[in-house]
């Protein structure tokens, strides 16, 4: 591939685009600008490569194609089907997974034909029927009471949300707390970390439908042989999601107990985040489950977005590429090089460090909220998000923590040397930052001061830090 293909090809169709919507197509130049002059440190975020990202921008996007391969609901699907069984196909492989459905939309979407493969395949009921054909927004909660007593066990248990579960493991404002009884387990509050025995003692007293393992926002392994032997001692389905560590299990970092899919009965993923691909989700089950997963659409997803599909096969092949694993390590040694610089400069971080992707800085250290800091950093041209930490007294919305991770900044070339610094930046920043008041004197969880002079600093030093390591070097738009 030469550096003139790419660039000619993302040039022409600005140029076709411009034609139409000038200002689309200088939101999407803006944002190719704005994305190579940031310190991208959000976890869940990556750069697809040019590969990836052509794949999705063709007329794959006009067909439509429920059904699966070889049998949709549409005429002329030949085409879809070779890229819909090519990245099926790679996901196998790469995952040594016995099915694979690369039709959802996101990680979300793949939660949810997860839970109704489970449900379905485990429980043959005139209302579980009844609810596949109605919108699940019109049930109501009654409905949801009833269903859930004809089924007789609709429980989840899945990690809590402040300890670093999804919103789709069972919280409440999200549909799978409405279709589950829901049950958490966290962290032990002295380290930090999963107690599998307090984990195997409320499945014992819950008796859950479903086990879910994963995580958004856990800086450690989580071994998965013992969860699906805790599954396993209370009958229930052992689900992971992998959408985080997904390239950390493609590039064989994660490997034996670590790695979920020999241990699960069913894996969910997103696409796009450690794994380099598009945006989009993927499910991985043992053979028992797959017919009820393949009926996801129309079940309950929209129709498959062939343009998608034919990216997820671009981006699993490179990810079966030898330099992936390479790749994959490289992600993990500059999360432990970014925790190690933090902690030596007195951060105060969760569990103490990592093992994986991911950073979880408890800025109440720094006398702050999540949401001030995530404030402070952006200004400082460092891109962040605040998340929960365990037991947070701040809630959901302020927080008290701020999440980093490293596959973007690794994808650019960034190195253990490279996190050293950018430790220092946050660091810097963070102690920089004082927490603001309101109007009436009480102290404001939003509002912070941040001298401006400083904050421009360390966002010309962060573009400094960026710049021998250009993003998609070979495209020039201009
Ligand atoms: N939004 C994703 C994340 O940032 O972790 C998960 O849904």
Redesign the pocket.
Same mark, same amino acid.
């Given at each position: 591939m030469s550096h003139n293909a790419e660039s000619t090809a993302f040039r022409s169709a600005l140029e076709v685009i411009r034609a139409v919507e000038p200002r689309v197509a200088d939101a999407i130049g803006a944002e190719l600008t704005d994305q190579r002059e940031s310190l991208k440190l959000?976890?869940?975020?990556n750069y697809a490569s040019p590969a990836t990202l052509l794949a999705m921008g063709n007329w794959f996007s006009d067909k439509y194609a429920e059904g699966t391969v070889g049998r949709r609901f549409y005429a002329g699907c030949q085409n879809v089907d070779t890229v819909e069984a090519l990245a099926a196909e790679h996901a196998r492989e790469l995952f040594g997974a016995p099915h694979a459905y690369v039709q959802p939309h996101?990680?979300?979407d793949a939660n949810l034909v997860a839970f109704w493969a489970v449900l379905a395949d485990r429980v043959e009921s005139p209302a579980l029927k009844k609810a596949q054909v109605r919108q699940v927004n019109d049930l109501t909660e009654a409905d949801w009471f009833a269903l859930r007593r004809e089924l007789g066990n609709q429980r989840m248990l899945g990690m809590s949300l402040d300890a670093g579960g999804?919103?789709?493991h069972g919280f409440r404002p999200n549909i799978s707390g409405k279709m589950f009884d829901q049950r958490s387990y966290g962290t032990d509050p002295a380290t930090g970390l999963i107690d599998y025995d307090r984990v195997a003692e409320a499945a014992r007293e819950f008796k859950p439908l479903i086990l879910v393992g994963g995580y958004? &926002?856990y800086p450690r392994k989580v071994n998965f042989r013992i969860l699906r032997e805790i599954a396993d001692s209370v009958g229930a389905t052992f689900m992971v999601d992998m &959408?985080?560590f997904a390239g950390l299990v493609a590039g064989k970092v994660f490997t034996g107990d670590f790695d979920p899919v020999p241990h699960a009965h069913i894996v969910t993923t997103?696409t796009h985040?450690s794994l380099r691909g598009p945006r989009g989700g993927m499910v991985l089950c043992q053979p028992e489950l797959a017919d009820q997963v393949d009926r996801g659409c129309p079940m309950v997803l929209g129709g498959p977005l062939p343009h998608v599909m034919a990216a997820k096969a671009v981006a699993l092949a490179e990810a079966r590429r030898p330099d992936f694993a390479d790749y994959a390590q490289r992600i993990v040694d500059n999360a432990q090089a970014l925790a190690e610089g933090l902690l030596r400069r007195g951060a105060k971080l969760v569990t103490g460090g990592t093992d994986n992707h991911l950073v979880l800085i408890d800025v109440s250290g720094y006398g702050l909220t999540g949401r001030q800091a995530e404030q402070a950093l952006l200004d400082s041209g460092i891109v962040t998000?605040r998340n929960s930490v365990p037991q947070d007294p701040n809630g959901a919305w302020y927080t008290s923590g701020i999440?980093i991770g490293t596959p973007a900044l690794t994808t650019r070339g960034l190195g253990t040397a490279e996190m050293d610094q950018t430790a220092e930046l946050i660091h810097t920043v963070l102690t920089q930052t004082t927490a603001g008041a309101n109007a009436d004197g009480t102290p404001s969880k939003a509002k912070y001061t941040l001298d401006a002079d400083l904050a421009d600093k360390i966002a010309r030093q962060a573009t400094d830090l960026l710049a021998p390591h250009p993003l998609y070097p070979a495209i020039d738009l201009a």
């Open positions: 959000i976890a869940s975020e996101s990680g979300i999804h919103l789709t958004s &926002a &959408a985080h997103t985040k998000n999440r």
